[in-house]
């Protein structure tokens, strides 16, 4: 409960003094955030001389002092810890909430990806497996609207990844979207820095066609760069086909995707959307994820990013990715 003390002459006008105490208890509730009925205004009545020459008491006549200084803002309530339980339990109540940097403004790149890191230990912590990484913002395009020139990373988990044939279970997300992928199975490890995209795509194993489902936990969608870092990009499931292919036989670039709703053509792309070649893309994760003390390791499913933008799912919904090579993948909800 706020407390304030004030001092006055002594056989003021009783409604002199009544309408000065008001005015002490409404400017500090408004400086304190406090309700005005928990402000408490002790009065002291005083002596004339005890004050100094030219001291007067503010009256209803009076012109009104200036608006009080801002309150030194509270120390912020986020933290590493506190932003990762906040999106997980967003996640886990299938809510979206508001974007952290709206109220954590110290939340910036490497702070995120320290929330991203606390995720990922909870979810290991209760029985999940990481499987992988995946890569956002491969879309030159989208880059340059960010400030960014590498795609960002993110990490994929078993429990992510959905069987084929299986519809989309609705209920398990907040608002999904899916987009098609080139995704690589890696055969060696991958370590940075310095990794050329040739010295990337000779690390690949396998190479197949694949949808991902994202689900941002902030309300529609809207987030800062540090915001969708630390959500882990947004991941939420994973789909990959069947058919698999040395990616030496193929040219990335030139792989050619239709995506289709319902059997109505929604999108079309190429593996050049994705950083130019999807190995590109893959030797910037690589780099970036060297800066963090990380790396991608052999058997890791690679989701190298989006090639057309992502499309909203809804209830009912047949969505098809046909690859040039890579086969078709189609995924009902």
């Known amino acids: 409960m706020p407390i304030v003390q004030i001092s006055i002459v002594k056989g003021r006008d009783r409604g002199a003094i009544t309408t000065c105490i008001k005015e002490v208890a409404q400017t500090v509730a408004r400086t304190l955030g406090a309700p005005l009925a928990s402000v408490r205004v002790m009065v002291n009545e005083m002596e004339p001389d005890f004050f100094a020459v030219g001291t007067t008491l ?62 990922i230990r909870d ?41 084929a044939g299986v519809p989309v279970d609705m209920s398990r997300f907040i608002h999904p979207r899916i987009e098609p992928e080139i995704v690589f199975t890696m055969k060696h490890d991958l370590r940075g820095p310095g990794v050329t995209a040739d010295a990337a795509m000779a690390a690949v194993g396998e190479v197949r066609a694949g949808f991902e489902l994202i689900d941002s936990r902030y309300k529609d969608f809207s987030f800062a760069l540090p915001d969708v870092i630390a959500d882990n990009a947004s991941s939420a499931g994973f789909y990959i086909g069947d058919i698999a292919h040395d990616p030496a036989d193929l040219d990335l670039a030139l792989e050619a995707c239709i995506v289709r709703i319902n059997g109505e053509v929604v999108d079309t792309a190429t593996g050049a959307a994705v950083q130019g070649h999807p190995g590109e893309a893959l030797a910037l994760a690589a780099n970036s994820l060297a800066a963090r003390g990380q790396y991608i390791k052999a058997g890791d499913t690679v989701l190298t990013g989006g090639m057309t933008d992502a499309v909203f799912v809804n209830a009912g919904d047949e969505i098809s990715a046909q690859f040039t090579n890579l086969g078709s993948i189609v995924v009902t909800a």
């Open 58 to 119: 503010k009256s209803e006549t009076q012109t009104p002092d200036a608006a009080p200084a801002a309150p030194t803002p509270p120390t912020t309530r986020w933290t590493i810890d506190s932003a990762a339980r906040h999106l997980l339990d967003a996640e886990a109540d299938r809510r979206d909430v508001t974007r952290i940097t709206d109220e954590w403004s110290e939340l910036d790149i490497p702070t995120g990806y320290l929330v991203q890191e606390a995720i």
């Open 123 to 163: 979810k290991v912590a209760n029985g999940d497996t990481v499987v992988g990484v995946k890569l956002g913002l491969t879309s030159r395009a989208k880059q340059k609207r960010m400030g960014i020139d590498s795609p960002l990373t993110a990490v994929v988990t078993q429990r992510m990844h959905l069987p």
